[in-house]
């Protein structure tokens, strides 16, 4: 494995959601890997890592798209996405998915350890100090579930929002408990979905914070969605990438 | 095939790979898990505990003292100087403190109950009482007010210390083992705890010292 | 218990705007989660202690025959009758049998799970076997006729007002909302109760291989007069509450009571062995435990073992964000919450709970509360896997599953297809950014907008960069 950060061949794994919904956020992971100096490589043909179907119960279907993945991702040191949902995915359910199945080989476990939520990767990995993006104001933090309790990614974007000067975080009651997402979860149950956002919007807009980041998209839609279903069309919701990277290039 | 063999032969066949491992002597071992770590001295851990689970704790020098303390406590919180106690403890001077003590079972009227205690637990502030003849369970259960007398030197660290007195002492366990801390309670009603529920509204633990 | 997991949407929907039980559900959670919070923040040792607690379970499911038969000749030798039963219908047809031998006309019971499993009240009551409740939750859900709605705190759906009305109409007192007056009342109308009946029903929390005990814990005192006072006391418990030493119990009791309500221990644990000596006042003179299954061996060996270890705690409800918005009755069985969502497919069938499983964000609150780290999220993940390679999920969303992963492997069609539909969408959403409506996703926008995506995928921005 590489020792500095400047020989690291690092694969962006965009997410499905944020290609479809909000690009941005996958430039401003970029933004933020090239800061740090790592070789990023954008494989063109990556989709979804499989986890619909693998919450959904539809096995073949989830093992299929985990292969995909894994051959496009074959030969790098690091693979990070702006998303603890699908890093965890990865990271942790692979070897569950694949379990005693030899088409998950070695290389491919090896492989799966190196899978990095952004922040984590930031802090822990390549150690970023300086972040390239520009931005001043209150802000409250929302812990998306996966990240937090299958990757402990918790510590990690404060310590990232508390090294960019004009950033004042500001913390809500009960950060880590789940906005109602869930996936799928926020369609079968819909009203027990809104409900969970609903609270949720409740602490953010307590905190009086210009805005709300979170570091899972998933998340950011479902409470943004509340946000102005309540007719709250102030508070701001950003993915934490767009706050360490913001700046006017990030989405022409 | 009767129910028993019926139940034991799927979960015969769910742990088939098993088979080899002798329970006896894993049983035998009586390996203990992890204790939490706790202060040398017994005596002041198991008063705070008690005192954090709602019991009352007084302390004597000697047994004799018991019946005085008792009856102050009586007359501090307003309570009839009458009740029961265990046959074991038929030989205290009641009637000098000006109770009036029968050793007996308790019955359901019977608003006070005096008890000894087997040991008792610094890690948790409990008393261990164990049934017996001269040892009745009622006697710590009906009454409203439960008084037990507990010497310092009975006091021990863990649950787990208290089994091995309880072998060697007894060898086999009593019919009602019963670990005891504090006034019985419940939170049923919108969470709030409330004292008194169907045991004792209160409970003094008098710790003699000598 | 009547099961109606299969109605499961339309109870939790009907919860979500009961506003007193909404109230109701805040106060639990900031009493159980705040409270195991501090009661774990004392205990240095706390992640030690439930490895050690895994371990116990997991060396006893290993060898739980072995165990049972140990249990079962330990109690034997000290006079209790050990009876087995299978089912439901074998604990209730035991109990009446029992009461028959025995000439008993009243029961008292305190909490347990088990005999709601088995509805046992009903089946007592239609056979001339008069029954109390005598926990104080238990009992006022017996005088409004309705299930728990939470396995430690069974009555955690009603306010005191509610409890109050009950009170006034089923014991014709003067009225009260006072909590420790309400409390008092109950304790003098129960305490005939006890002092009358011949029989004494309990569950079990723990039973010990070693010595053949039952052990029992209690804040209320009224596990003790159940199991002292009547002269028969049947002890119900299911095969996997044993465990094999006295020294494993009390790991297990560091843990247990944490977990549930945030205390050190119990006001009462009582372990109870055998029945009263030639010398002993109290005590009961017959002492009958039965060991029931009811699905349970099922789970033994299969990929759902780890659910076996369970100690009832109810940690994974308290802390479960969809628990906490819709209660307990909306699960539609005896166990609520995740454990109830892992426990209620594998009594009732896959086919007559299957929102359960399903009923979940996989936040994975539950499992990192757990006492004996059972892994609850990856139980349901599995039980939905169960549903669909059994086709037991509906045709729209198995075909809206397989087209998804069909066409995320064919990525030239997939960026097509996204392509379009960011476009679409975008222009739909107009100048808010937001659409309120999107046909098939209604479940979403009834209550919730849907951000518009950007317009442009990652994936044609991303290349139209890199031409430039």
Redesign the interface.
Known sequence: MPSSAKDLRVGLF?T?L???????I??ATLKLLRAAGCAVV?P?????C?Q????????P??K??AL?FLQEFDGCDYIVAPSGSCAGMIRVHYA?LFKDDPAFTDNYRRLTEHVYELTDFLVNIVKLEDMPGDFSGTLTYHDS??G???LNVQAQPRALLARMPGVTLIEMREP???C????????????????????KCQHIVETGAVGIVAGDLGC???I???L??RGD?QTK?WHIAEVLAAGDDL?K | MSARENILTRIGNACASSAAVDIEKLIRSRQRGPIPPMEDDLTKRFSAQALRLASDVERAATLREVPGVIAAYLRVHRLLMQGVCWPALASYDWRNAGLDVQARAACADDMLGITGAFLGIAETGTLMLLSGALTPATVSLLPETHIAVLEKQRIVASMEDAWQQLRAEHGELPRAVNFISGPSRTADIEQTVTLGAHGPYRVLIIIVDG | MQVSSMHF?RQ??AN?GNEKLQHALEKLQTKFVDGRAAAIAELPNFEELRSAAVEIRDRTLHRLDAYLVRFEQAASARGAVVHWAESAADVNRLVVEIARQHGVRKAIKSKSMVTEECALNDYLTNNGVEVLETDLGEYILQLAQEPPSHIVAPVVHKSKEDIADLFEKKHGRVRTTQIAALCREAREVLRPGFLAADLGISGANFIVAETGSVLIVTNEGNGRLTTTLPRVHIAITGIEKVVPTLEDATTLLRLLPRSATGQSITNYVSILTGVKGPNESDGPEHFHIILLDNGRSRLLGSELQAMLRCIRCGACMNHC??YQ??GGHAYGWVYPGPMGSVLTPNFVGLENAL?LP????????C??VCPVKIPLP?LM?HL??????RRL?SWP??VA??S??W???R?RL?AIG?RI??RVLRIFAGG?N?L?FIPG????T??????A??G????D???SRHRQ
Do not use: H
């Open positions: 965009v499905c944020v290609d479809l919904m909000r690009p941005c996958g430039f954008v063109a043909n990556q989709t979804c499989g619909p179907g693998y919450n959904s119960g539809d096995v279907a989830a299929a798209l995909k569950a579930c996966s937090l309790r299958e880590a408990t789940c109602g997402f869930g996936g799928t979860f926020s369609i079968k149950f819909g009203d027990i979905s809104a409900r969970m956002a609903d609270k950011l839609l479902n943004e969605g509340r102005r279903r069309w919701v989405c | 949407k939790a929907s979500l964000p969809v918005n819709i929102d399903n009923a979940s964000t996989f936040c994975g609150e499992a990192v990856d993940r939905r896997r169960r549903q669909f390679e999920r969303e198995r599953l397989r998804w992963s066409l995320a492997q990525p997939y996204t539909i960011a808010k937001n309120r996703l209604s479940a979403w009834k209550d919730r907008n849907m951000p995506p950007a442009r995928t990652f994936r921005l991303y290349r």
